[in-house]
């Protein structure tokens, strides 16, 4: 497909597990943002690359947060020792490049429950 | 501190009825504003922005949106609704050349 992707759309997992989020951006489109949704709260932003590099990683909540970007293409966010907390949607998206405010394509998000 | 409030969680309208969403928004510069739409199970698409210029800013969908710095507002609104407009709708504001902040959003239901 054309759009930004996002596996898995639900993961269940047990507090102090590891968890692996992927994010397929538009081909060609350089910047990746990672955003989380709480409920009832609006997105917060975790981070964003300017191809491979990761420039601002102001948003990542706790150090058990990181992302990794790869061939300026596939993002992974994991989440080490998962807490309920994080139980959370999170979302991607992408843009054509980081110049100011090009428009951002969001993926369908993937719902996170720590039990 | 900037912040972006809408105030209304959930609104219903009747289909064909118009309907407005509230914006309210906190930044010490001139804003960039956005409003956008989330359907279930996709992920958001962008209805508007506005950047400069004329306060009245078409968007995609019927959609239309009034800056107002008087008001420090940004209301999303539409004549006539339809009920595929039923979804999510997000005011943002633009924090710096690529970050955006949220509202917490506003469900619209659509009544038949």
């Known amino acids: 497909g054309a759009g930004v992707s996002q596996s898995p759309s639900n993961k269940v997992t047990e507090k102090g597990k590891d968890v692996e989020l992927r994010c397929d951006p538009i081909?060609?489109?350089?910047?990746l943002y990672w955003y989380r949704q709480r409920l009832g709260q609006g997105l917060e932003f975790l981070i964003y690359?300017?191809?491979?590099?990761?420039?601002?990683k102001s948003g990542l909540p706790s150090d058990r947060f990181s992302a990794e970007r790869t061939g300026e293409s596939v993002s992974t966010l994991t989440i080490q020792r998962t807490q309920q907390e994080d139980s959370a949607v999170y979302l991607c998206?992408?843009?054509?490049?980081?110049?100011?405010?090009?428009?951002?394509?969001f993926g369908p998000g993937t719902r996170l429950t720590v039990l | 501190a900037q912040s972006v409030t809408q105030p209304d969680i959930h609104i219903t309208v009747s289909e064909g009825a118009s309907l407005e969403l509230r914006c309210n928004y906190s930044?010490?510069?001139?804003?960039?504003l956005f409003w956008y739409v989330q359907s279930p199970g996709q992920g958001l698409q962008l209805l508007l922005k506005?950047?400069?210029?004329?306060?009245l800013v078409q968007g995609i969908k019927g959609f239309e949106a009034e800056f107002k710095r008087s008001q420090s507002s940004f209301n999303l609104r539409k004549p006539s609704v339809h009920w595929s407009d039923a979804a999510e709708y997000f005011c943002?504001?633009?924090?710096?050349?690529?970050?955006?902040?949220f509202g917490t959003g506003t469900r619209l239901k659509v009544l038949a």
């Open positions: 690359f300017q191809g491979n590099s990761a420039p601002d």
């Open positions: 506005y950047f400069s210029g004329d306060t």
């Open positions: 998206a992408s843009s054509v490049d980081w110049v100011s405010y090009n428009e951002q394509f």
């Open positions: 081909s060609g489109h350089t910047a």
């Open positions: 930044y010490g510069a001139t804003p960039y």
């Open positions: 943002a504001v633009g924090a710096g050349t690529y970050k955006y902040i």
